[in-house]
C-alpha cells in the first residue's frame, strides 16, 4: 500500500541568489540575500529542511530565476541531485518580471507534471490581462501578474489533480518616501492584491465547475486581519479564494486559515518570521497556505506548519531547527493525503 502523499509549499529567500548562471550552486562563505547568513549555510540549511521534508511535490515560491542566461529547472535540478532528493523533476510555467520564479519539484516516480494554462469567460490565462474595477470608479483596469501563477495538471499515484502555484502581491510599501507616500503605495498594492485573487478565484470556480480536484498554493503575502486596510476593503484576498460566499461544494479548505478567520484573538499559526529594524524584534505572519477542494477534504488530509518555534518535532531537532531559521524567512507548509 502506498503511503500518503505529501505536497508542499516553501518560499525560499533570494534562492536565486545560490546560484550562478550555469545553474550550479555557489557553496562559499560570501554573505547570501539572508541577513549574516553565508551562501555555504543557507545552501547546507536547505538541503537540510528538503530532507526532512521528504515531500513527493515542493511547490517552491521565489524559485530561481529565468531568462536568457539562467534556468529555473537546471537549477533546481541541480539542488535536488547535490541533496539526492526523491523530487528531482522541475516543472516551471511562464516567468515573472522579478528574480522570483514558481516551480514545482516533484517525484517522477509517483507524480506526472506538466504546465497546462488554461483561460475560462471570466478569467483570462495568467500570462494575460485580467480586467476589473479594483478603486470603483466604474472602470475596469488592466490587472497583469508580475509573478504570473504556476498552473499545472498533475497525475498522483494516478489520480488526476489541478494545481495552482500562487505568489500574490506584496502589499508593503516599499520605496516610499515619507508616511503619505506609504499610506498611497501600501492601498494601491493592497488593490492589485485583492484582484490578483479576484482572479485566482475565478480560475478556482472554473475548475471546480468541472467537478476537477484543485489545490492552490503558495504565499499570499495576505492572512485574514492581517491589516488595517482589510475593514477599507471588506475582506481579504485568503477569503476571496477560499470562496467562503459560494456554495459548499465551491469552497476551498485550509485548515490554518480557518482558524486565523475564527480566532482574531487568541491563538494564531504563523508560517513566516520577519525582523523589523525600527521595533528591534520579530514578527510572524500567516501567509503561505495549501488549499484543497471539497472532495480532497473529505479524505481527511494532514496540515502542518514547519515552525522551528511551534511545532514539536522541529522544535526538538536542533539541526533541523536551526536550519529553519538560517534557509528563509517563510517556512514550509505541507499536506499528507491518501488518495
Known amino acids: 500500500m502506498a503511503r500518503p502523499l505529501r505536497i508542499a509549499t516553501y518560499n525560499v529567500e533570494w534562492f536565486n541568489g545560490l546560484f550562478d548562471d550555469h545553474g550550479r550552486l555557489r557553496p562559499d ?50 539542488f535536488a541531485r547535490t541533496f539526492d532528493l526523491r523530487a528531482s523533476r522541475a516543472v516551471m510555467g ?45 472602470t475596469p483596469e488592466a490587472i497583469r501578474f508580475s509573478k504570473p501563477p504556476l498552473e499545472l495538471a498533475l497525475r498522483a499515484d494516478g489520480h488526476p489533480l489541478r494545481v495552482i502555484g500562487v ?47 484543485v489545490l492552490v498554493m503558495g504565499d499570499f503575502n495576505d492572512g485574514p486581519g492581517l491589516d488595517e486596510y482589510e475593514k477599507l476593503f471588506g475582506r481579504s484576498g485568503i477569503e476571496i479564494v477560499l470562496g467562503l460566499e459560494e456554495a459548499p461544494e465551491l ?50 488530509p494532514r496540515w502542518r506548519i514547519w515552525h522551528p518555534l511551534n511545532d514539536p518535532n522541529c522544535f526538538r531537532t536542533p539541526e533541523l531547527q536551526q536550519a529553519l531559521l538560517a534557509a528563509s524567512d517563510h517556512f514550509p507548509v505541507t499536506l499528507d493525503i491518501d488518495l
Open 29 to 78: 562563505n560570501e554573505l547570501s540575500g539572508r541577513y549574516e547568513i553565508t551562501r555555504r549555510n543557507q545552501i547546507e540549511s536547505l538541503g537540510i529542511v528538503f530532507t526532512a521534508l521528504d515531500a513527493d511535490a515542493i511547490m517552491v515560491i521565489e524559485a530561481p530565476n529565468q531568462s536568457r542566461r539562467r534556468s529555473t529547472v537546471k537549477a533546481l535540478e541541480t
Open 94 to 138: 511562464f516567468p515573472s518580471e522579478t528574480e522570483q520564479e514558481i516551480a514545482l519539484l516533484y517525484d517522477p516516480a509517483r507524480i506526472e507534471a506538466h504546465h497546462d494554462p488554461q483561460s475560462s469567460a471570466k478569467a483570462p490565462r495568467f500570462d494575460d490581462v485580467f480586467r476589473f474595477d479594483i478603486d470603483v470608479d466604474a
Open 167 to 213: 505568489h500574490a502581491k506584496s502589499k508593503a510599501p516599499h520605496g516610499a518616501r515619507n508616511p503619505a507616500e506609504a499610506v498611497r503605495i501600501a492601498i494601491q498594492n493592497r488593490r492589485q492584491q485583492l484582484a490578483e485573487c479576484v482572479w485566482l478565484r475565478r480560475r478556482v470556480t472554473a475548475l471546480l465547475a468541472r467537478h476537477q480536484s
Open 251 to 300: 469552497r476551498l479548505h485550509e485548515p490554518h486559515a480557518r482558524m486565523a478567520l475564527t480566532q482574531r484573538v487568541g491563538i494564531q499559526p504563523s508560517s513566516a518570521r520577519f525582523w523589523l529594524a525600527p521595533e528591534q524584534q520579530y514578527f510572524e505572519a500567516l501567509l503561505d497556505f495549501i488549499m484543497v477542494s471539497a472532495d480532497l477534504a473529505a479524505k481527511s
